[in-house]
């Protein structure tokens, strides 16, 4: 058995044999100051835990910060206050700016053959109510939420199954939790430090009044008619989303709380008091003592942070508000930083390889049709009139950044090569053409390919014109066409569509823990093959079998990877899905590497200068700890 890290449980030791020693002398929090002297709140010593994780701020390369104050920024809809957990990313392990896990919530893990995980929670550790988190809130969310059968009807979240193996949950005391099964669970972590992650523990003081097997049955059914839910479980759903931000009363574990009901357009988040990191000056984190979170129209967004109305905003702008937002910088009192994203590829197509119409099924599924797609796009000229040549033309790969980059992959047909495009289509057989030059598909119809997207990015337009332009010089014609979201999904899923376009990989920055999941058909939100996803999603009950042999190939090293212990193995399965990937040009990637505006008030100190912005693993600010940002008075 391995000590996860051995140094922290060394130090977690010494906290608890030397509490005075262990860390910084704690200093109180001035928004705190007249509760504790009113006997309202203990003080700071009684309120985090013995142990605190705290914060190497020189490390960081951050300066101490000043407690108090608050920032504002937007977000386009009320239930994307969600994206606040997000960001605040308080997590079991989380992911540093190494892009490795570290113990965050937790103080240590010990980790048997990656097969038995026990959780060392840090004692004294509180929700934000003040009552005690402790294994059994992990015994409530196992026993009387997953395995419930009114509440999980189908079963567990897949991300606690092993091949369908339940795991086996023990807690030897109040601050032990273990979690184990038959066969390594290498996915278990990750979940764990997800932006949107896999939630093991609940808090269980609060929500068993919503329970049906600890709540008086009178109480609960009054309180289910109170809220006008059809029944308890229906409240309990609506009372227990520790992603949502929705519910005020929830205990949580976050930086802030919220504590605005909705509906509402203006969503105040304040200071947890029993958060449990700190400064290495003592201070207890967050820095800020208010978050706000306002809730304004989708396009006026650009417009309002460009007017200074935001003091950190990153969602809702795009690359090509850089030029519009840098001129108001002066005017606006902020500063605008250049992040690089993440994705595989800024703007990507996908064959629909599951389309119902058998002709362009068929089509679709010729690598050589793939192939010789990619090789005719321009991505240098993409690059200069869209993104000014900021960006990198490549396929829809992992970065860089990632240690499985390889250069030779990224750049697999991606020459724009119009005599090889041109040749790879007649050796398909598409060799007729009608008189405006159009190729012919083996039934006669003109090679007119529609690709739809949802109309939310201008820059896709931009970029499938500049497409549109060089495909019609191999005799392919290009026509696109825009629906609502939700409507364009369910055409994907459904078949009807023969090509769309969206971004490419959203976890491009892939590390040794990242799970491959991205790599494989295994989610029917991959474009390129969403019945096949769909098929090993549902396990088996829809959707369609991946039947083509890289598909098999992609779901056999997948399913070897979940399955491995030997981290060697699994580095090496990886390379091969990359490889498979970039060879088959499943998608077909433009550029990667494009930057995304920041914009931080000139007042709002620690934000880094140049990030990356990723959402799993980063959680976009998550991994730059936003508890440490602070304001000037």
């Known amino acids: 058995m391995t000590r996860w890290p051995a140094l922290l449980a060394i130090l977690l030791g010494l906290a608890q044999a030397l509490p005075a020693a262990a860390g910084p002398a704690l200093v109180e929090t001035p928004m705190y100051e007249p509760d504790v002297a009113g006997g309202k709140l ?4 009684e309120r985090v ?17 000043k407690p108090g104050g608050e920032i504002a920024w937007m977000v386009a809809r009320a239930r994307d206050i969600r994206i606040m ?9 989380g992911y540093g700016t190494d892009f490795k896990l570290h113990p965050d919530l937790l103080a240590s893990v010990d980790v048997d053959g990656e097969k038995v ?8 550790h509180r929700w934000s109510d003040g009552q005690p988190f402790t294994s059994e809130d992990f015994r ?5 939420m997953e395995l419930d059968k009114e509440l999980s009807p189908y079963g567990p979240d897949t991300r606690l199954l092993v091949e369908g193996e339940l795991p086996k949950v023990e807690y030897p005391d109040a601050q032990t939790v273990r979690f184990s099964w038959s066969r390594p669970n290498p996915e278990f972590l990750p979940a764990l430090a997800g932006p949107a992650p896999l939630y093991i523990y609940a808090p269980a003081h609060y929500l068993k009044q919503f329970h049906k097997k600890y709540a008086d049955a009178k109480a609960l059914e009054a309180l289910v008619k109170q809220a006008g839910m059809r029944n308890w479980v229906a409240l309990f759903n609506l009372r227990s989303k520790l992603i949502d931000s929705a519910n005020p009363d929830l205990p949580v574990l976050e930086p802030w709380v919220v504590t605005t009901k909705a509906p509402a357009d203006r969503f105040v988040f304040v200071r947890n008091p029993y958060y449990h990191r700190v400064d290495s000056q003592g201070r207890q984190l967050p820095y800020l003592d208010r978050v706000i979170v306002n809730v304004v129209e989708g396009s ?16 809702g702008l795009r690359f090509d508000n850089i030029s519009f937002l840098k001129a108001g910088q002066a005017a606006g009192d902020y500063k605008v930083r ?22 362009w099924r068929a089509l679709n599924r010729d690598v050589r049709f793939r192939r010789a797609l990619s090789l005719a796009i321009n991505r240098d000229e993409i690059n200069q009139v869209v993104f000014f040549g900021l960006a990198r033309p490549s396929q829809n790969t992992v970065l860089p950044e990632s240690p499985f980059y390889d250069a030779a992959l990224a750049t697999a047909w991606t020459q724009f090569d119009l005599a090889k495009a041109n040749a790879l289509l007649d050796e398909a057989g598409l060799t007729q053409r009608d008189s405006d030059g159009i190729r012919l598909m083996p039934n006669g119809r003109r090679l007119e390919i529609v690709v739809e997207s ?8 931009d970029i499938l014109q500049l497409i549109r332009d060089s495909w019609a010089k191999i005799g392919v014609a290009l026509f696109t066409t825009q629906s609502q979201r939700d409507v364009f999904l369910q055409r994907i899923f459904s078949g009807d569509t023969v090509m769309s376009v969206w971004t490419g990989i959203d976890n491009a920055l892939v590390t040794p823990t990242t799970v491959p999941s991205g790599l494989a058909p295994v989610d029917q939100n991959w474009l390129q093959y969403p019945k096949w996803g769909q098929y090993v999603q549902t396990r088996g009950t829809a959707g369609e079998k991946p039947d083509e042999p890289f598909a098999e190939q992609l779901m056999a090293l997948y399913d070897e990877w979940r399955t491995t212990a030997d981290k060697g193995r699994r580095d090496a399965i990886i390379r091969d899905m990359i490889r498979i990937q970039s060879d088959q040009v499943t998608s077909i990637g433009t550029v990667q590497g494009v930057l995304a505006p920041v914009v931080v008030k000139n007042r709002l100190h620690n934000v880094p200068e140049k990030g990356i912005l990723s959402w799993d693993p980063g959680a976009h600010f998550g991994i730059y700890h936003p508890d440490t940002f602070w304001v000037d008075p």
């Open 338 to 359: 250049l992040w690089t994203t993440a994705l595989g590829s800024e703007v990507a197509l996908y064959p629909n390889l599951n389309c119902n119409d058998k002709d």
């Open 140 to 144: 409530f969310s196992w026993e009387d």
């Open 85 to 93: 957990n997000t960001y605040a990313y308080a997590r079991l392990v």
């Open 42 to 45: 203990p003080p700071v010593a």
């Open 49 to 65: 835990p013995q142990a605190p994780s705290v914060v190497d701020m020189a490390a960081e390369g951050k300066e101490p910060g």
């Open 300 to 315: 006026l967004i650009p417009a309002k942070a460009g007017a200074g109305d935001s003091d950190l905003q990153q969602r």
């Open 454 to 461: 949802n109309g939310e990015r201008s820059l896709e337009a």
């Open 117 to 124: 995980f026990t959780l060392h929670l840090r004692p004294g």
